[in-house]
Nanobody, 123 residues
Framework: QVQLVEAGGGLVQAGGSLRLSCAASGRAFGFYAMGWFRQAPGKEREFVAATWWTNSNTYYADSVKDRFTISSDNAKKMLYLQMNSLKPEDTAVYYC????????????????WGQGTQVTVSS
């Protein structure tokens, strides 16, 4: 069982920045993809960004491309999401996920999830 713990959420003004982190631990990682998803009130959980533990390829939702940057530190088993130029529509609970294939459908066959961290962007 993989344990994922997110941190770094908070309240920020529009145009500001936040950096989320996710610490992964537990049993050997049979899934090699890591990603971030988010869920706003009244909406379904949506893909934000993904990458691999073993290479630097990255994937982004169009809504965050050029503003967010996903990165990972395989040695430390840490995942990060640098969020710049934040907008009120980025307000959501952000979840770290460990899944099979990096990309928007990485959790279609199931993922391990963290507990989530709240990001609130004020206008």
């Amino acid at each position: 069982q993989v344990q994922l713990v997110e941190a770094g959420g908070g309240l920020v003004q529009a145009g500001g920045s936040l950096r989320l982190s996710c610490a992964a631990s537990g049993r050997a990682f049979g899934f090699y993809a890591m990603g971030w998803f988010r869920q706003a009130p009244g909406k379904e959980r949506e893909f934000v960004a993904a990458t691999w533990w073993t290479n630097s390829n990255t994937y982004y939702a169009d809504s965050v491309k050029d503003r967010f940057t996903i990165s990972s530190d395989n040695a430390k088993k840490m995942l990060y999401l640098q969020m710049n130029s934040l907008k009120p529509e980025d307000t959501a609970v952000y979840y770290c996920a460990n899944g099979g294939v990096a990309g928007p459908s990485m959790c279609s066959r199931g993922c391990s999830w963290g507990q989530g961290t709240q990001v609130t962007v004020s206008s």
